[in-house]
Protein backbone atom coordinates (compact mmCIF):
# COMPACT_ATOMS: atom_id res chain seq x y z
CA UNK A 1 0.00 0.00 0.00
CA UNK A 2 0.85 3.78 -0.10
CA UNK A 3 3.34 4.60 2.65
CA UNK A 4 5.07 8.12 3.51
CA UNK A 5 9.63 7.96 5.07
CA UNK A 6 10.29 11.20 6.38
CA UNK A 7 13.66 11.55 8.42
CA UNK A 8 13.18 10.85 12.08
CA UNK A 9 13.78 13.63 14.17
CA UNK A 10 14.18 15.85 16.59
CA UNK A 11 16.22 18.07 14.30
CA UNK A 12 17.72 21.38 16.07
CA UNK A 13 19.22 23.87 14.42
CA UNK A 14 20.08 27.18 15.16
CA UNK A 15 18.65 30.74 13.76
CA UNK A 16 19.24 31.45 10.07
CA UNK A 17 20.72 27.70 9.36
CA UNK A 18 19.36 26.15 6.45
CA UNK A 19 17.06 23.33 6.74
CA UNK A 20 16.24 20.14 4.96
CA UNK A 21 13.54 17.72 5.79
CA UNK A 22 13.74 14.69 3.54
CA UNK A 23 10.54 12.81 2.73
CA UNK A 24 9.97 9.28 0.26
CA UNK A 25 6.88 8.16 -0.87
CA UNK A 26 5.77 4.82 -2.77
CA UNK A 27 2.44 4.86 -4.26
CA UNK A 28 0.82 3.63 -7.36
CA UNK A 29 0.12 6.21 -10.06
CA UNK A 30 0.87 9.65 -9.36
CA UNK A 31 -0.58 10.81 -5.82
CA UNK A 32 -0.77 14.15 -4.68
CA UNK A 33 2.05 15.69 -1.88
CA UNK A 34 2.19 17.58 1.54
CA UNK A 35 3.42 19.05 3.67
CA UNK A 36 1.52 19.66 6.72
CA UNK A 37 3.38 22.03 10.44
CA UNK A 38 1.53 21.16 13.77
CA UNK A 39 2.73 24.00 15.95
CA UNK A 40 2.52 23.66 19.78
CA UNK A 41 -0.51 22.96 21.09
CA UNK A 42 -2.23 23.17 17.69
CA UNK A 43 -3.93 21.09 14.76
CA UNK A 44 -2.43 20.97 11.54
CA UNK A 45 -1.91 23.45 8.85
CA UNK A 46 -1.15 23.00 5.40
CA UNK A 47 2.14 24.10 4.64
CA UNK A 48 2.20 23.29 1.03
CA UNK A 49 1.45 21.02 -1.98
CA UNK A 50 2.31 19.60 -5.05
CA UNK A 51 0.09 17.77 -7.43
CA UNK A 52 2.07 16.83 -10.17
CA UNK A 53 5.45 15.82 -11.14
CA UNK A 54 8.34 18.72 -11.01
CA UNK A 55 5.85 20.85 -9.50
CA UNK A 56 7.15 23.23 -6.68
CA UNK A 57 5.10 23.86 -3.73
CA UNK A 58 6.23 27.02 -1.32
CA UNK A 59 4.92 29.20 1.25
CA UNK A 60 6.38 31.22 3.79
CA UNK A 61 9.48 30.54 2.56
CA UNK A 62 9.75 26.91 2.29
CA UNK A 63 9.61 24.76 -0.56
CA UNK A 64 9.20 21.46 -1.83
CA UNK A 65 9.59 19.57 -4.88
CA UNK A 66 7.34 16.61 -6.19
CA UNK A 67 10.26 14.20 -7.53
CA UNK A 68 9.14 11.40 -9.54
CA UNK A 69 12.33 9.67 -10.42
CA UNK A 70 13.41 10.07 -6.69
CA UNK A 71 9.85 9.65 -4.98
CA UNK A 72 10.86 12.04 -2.87
CA UNK A 73 9.22 15.90 -1.50
CA UNK A 74 12.03 17.26 0.71
CA UNK A 75 11.06 19.99 2.51
CA UNK A 76 13.70 23.01 2.27
CA UNK A 77 14.08 26.80 3.99
CA UNK A 78 16.90 28.87 3.57
CA UNK A 79 16.87 30.70 6.42
CA UNK A 80 15.01 29.32 9.61
CA UNK A 81 13.57 31.49 12.37
CA UNK A 82 12.29 30.60 16.08
CA UNK A 83 8.49 30.56 15.02
CA UNK A 84 9.74 27.93 12.90
CA UNK A 85 9.76 25.32 15.68
CA UNK A 86 7.10 22.66 15.18
CA UNK A 87 6.32 19.19 14.11
CA UNK A 88 6.14 18.67 10.26
CA UNK A 89 4.39 16.03 8.32
CA UNK A 90 4.89 14.95 4.73
CA UNK A 91 1.73 13.06 3.37
CA UNK A 92 0.57 11.93 0.46
CA UNK A 93 -3.17 11.71 -1.18
CA UNK A 94 -3.43 8.66 -3.96
CA UNK A 95 -5.04 9.84 -7.11
CA UNK A 96 -8.15 7.51 -6.17
CA UNK A 97 -11.25 10.17 -5.36
CA UNK A 98 -11.61 7.58 -2.78
CA UNK A 99 -7.82 7.82 -1.33
CA UNK A 100 -7.16 9.16 2.02
CA UNK A 101 -4.31 11.06 3.11
CA UNK A 102 -1.33 8.48 4.47
CA UNK A 103 0.78 10.76 7.05
CA UNK A 104 4.88 10.21 7.67
CA UNK A 105 5.91 10.00 11.42
CA UNK A 106 6.41 13.59 11.73
CA UNK A 107 9.54 15.34 12.58
CA UNK A 108 10.01 17.80 15.31
CA UNK A 109 11.88 20.83 14.54
CA UNK A 110 13.59 23.45 16.94
CA UNK A 111 15.03 26.62 16.22
CA UNK A 112 17.58 28.16 19.03
CA UNK A 113 17.98 32.05 19.03
CA UNK B 1 -8.91 27.54 1.56
CA UNK B 2 -11.67 25.72 3.41
CA UNK B 3 -12.57 26.66 7.49
CA UNK B 4 -12.99 23.49 9.88
CA UNK B 5 -13.90 24.88 13.45
CA UNK B 6 -13.38 21.91 15.93
CA UNK B 7 -14.79 21.52 19.43
CA UNK B 8 -14.04 21.72 21.98
CA UNK B 9 -10.07 21.94 22.07
CA UNK B 10 -9.27 20.56 25.49
CA UNK B 11 -11.57 18.44 27.53
CA UNK B 12 -11.13 16.73 31.25
CA UNK B 13 -13.09 13.87 31.72
CA UNK B 14 -13.45 11.01 34.55
CA UNK B 15 -13.04 7.66 33.55
CA UNK B 16 -16.32 5.86 32.22
CA UNK B 17 -17.95 8.94 30.51
CA UNK B 18 -18.62 9.69 27.37
CA UNK B 19 -17.10 12.97 25.88
CA UNK B 20 -18.61 14.45 22.26
CA UNK B 21 -15.75 16.27 19.74
CA UNK B 22 -17.86 17.90 17.22
CA UNK B 23 -15.94 19.37 13.63
CA UNK B 24 -18.04 21.54 11.22
CA UNK B 25 -17.29 22.57 7.85
CA UNK B 26 -18.45 26.17 8.06
CA UNK B 27 -18.16 27.35 4.49
CA UNK B 28 -18.62 24.69 2.05
CA UNK B 29 -20.41 21.07 1.96
CA UNK B 30 -18.20 18.23 2.94
CA UNK B 31 -19.48 15.17 1.91
CA UNK B 32 -16.15 12.93 3.02
CA UNK B 33 -14.72 13.36 6.96
CA UNK B 34 -11.46 11.60 8.66
CA UNK B 35 -10.61 11.24 12.05
CA UNK B 36 -7.42 10.92 12.91
CA UNK B 37 -5.52 10.39 16.64
CA UNK B 38 -2.49 11.39 17.78
CA UNK B 39 -0.14 10.08 20.67
CA UNK B 40 2.55 11.89 21.90
CA UNK B 41 5.66 12.19 19.29
CA UNK B 42 3.50 10.08 17.19
CA UNK B 43 1.65 10.53 13.59
CA UNK B 44 -1.94 10.82 13.02
CA UNK B 45 -3.35 7.33 12.70
CA UNK B 46 -6.28 7.76 10.68
CA UNK B 47 -9.32 5.84 12.72
CA UNK B 48 -12.07 5.96 10.52
CA UNK B 49 -13.36 7.48 7.47
CA UNK B 50 -17.11 8.29 6.17
CA UNK B 51 -19.44 9.86 3.88
CA UNK B 52 -22.54 11.85 4.57
CA UNK B 53 -25.18 9.99 4.88
CA UNK B 54 -23.42 6.45 5.32
CA UNK B 55 -22.09 4.68 8.28
CA UNK B 56 -18.23 5.13 8.71
CA UNK B 57 -15.71 2.66 7.94
CA UNK B 58 -13.47 2.01 10.76
CA UNK B 59 -9.78 1.55 10.75
CA UNK B 60 -8.68 -2.23 11.64
CA UNK B 61 -7.99 -2.23 15.20
CA UNK B 62 -10.19 1.00 16.32
CA UNK B 63 -13.29 -0.13 17.84
CA UNK B 64 -16.54 1.47 16.59
CA UNK B 65 -18.67 0.77 19.71
CA UNK B 66 -16.40 2.70 21.53
CA UNK B 67 -15.91 5.20 19.00
CA UNK B 68 -19.01 6.72 17.49
CA UNK B 69 -18.25 8.27 14.67
CA UNK B 70 -21.93 10.21 12.76
CA UNK B 71 -21.65 12.58 9.96
CA UNK B 72 -25.21 13.24 9.27
CA UNK B 73 -24.92 16.66 7.54
CA UNK B 74 -22.72 17.68 5.18
CA UNK B 75 -21.62 20.68 8.29
CA UNK B 76 -21.72 18.61 11.15
CA UNK B 77 -19.78 15.25 12.12
CA UNK B 78 -18.75 14.08 15.47
CA UNK B 79 -16.77 12.13 17.28
CA UNK B 80 -18.11 10.11 20.80
CA UNK B 81 -15.63 8.53 22.75
CA UNK B 82 -17.82 6.23 24.74
CA UNK B 83 -17.15 5.16 28.89
CA UNK B 84 -13.62 6.65 27.86
CA UNK B 85 -10.77 4.97 29.67
CA UNK B 86 -7.13 6.98 30.65
CA UNK B 87 -5.41 5.15 27.68
CA UNK B 88 -8.26 7.13 25.04
CA UNK B 89 -6.07 10.28 26.19
CA UNK B 90 -4.93 11.44 23.09
CA UNK B 91 -4.98 14.29 20.57
CA UNK B 92 -8.23 13.79 18.29
CA UNK B 93 -8.06 15.59 14.62
CA UNK B 94 -11.00 15.49 12.28
CA UNK B 95 -9.93 16.59 8.60
CA UNK B 96 -13.27 17.16 5.95
CA UNK B 97 -13.21 16.86 2.48
CA UNK B 98 -15.09 18.67 -0.13
CA UNK B 99 -16.58 17.24 -3.14
CA UNK B 100 -13.41 17.95 -5.44
CA UNK B 101 -11.05 17.82 -2.83
CA UNK B 102 -7.11 17.74 -3.51
CA UNK B 103 -5.98 18.26 -0.11
CA UNK B 104 -7.56 18.05 3.56
CA UNK B 105 -8.47 20.94 5.94
CA UNK B 106 -8.04 20.28 9.70
CA UNK B 107 -9.78 21.21 12.79
CA UNK B 108 -7.36 22.66 15.26
CA UNK B 109 -8.06 18.86 17.24
CA UNK B 110 -9.14 18.53 20.44
CA UNK B 111 -7.25 17.04 23.28
CA UNK B 112 -8.84 14.60 25.64
CA UNK B 113 -7.37 13.82 29.30
CA UNK B 114 -9.17 10.73 30.87
CA UNK B 115 -8.86 11.05 34.45
Known amino acids: GDSVTQMEGPVTLSEEAFLTINCTYTATGYPSLFWYVQYPGEGLQLLLK?????DKGSNKGFEATYRKETTSFHLEKGSVQVSDSAVYFCALRGYSSASKIIFGSGTRLSIRP | GAVVSQHPSRVICKSGTSVKIECRSLDFQATTMFWYRQFPKQSLMLMAT?????????EQGVEKDKFLINHASLTLSTLTVTSAHPEDSSFYICSLGPPSWTEAFFGQGTRLTVV
Open chain 2, 50 to 58: SNEGSKATY
Open chain 1, 50 to 54: ATKAD
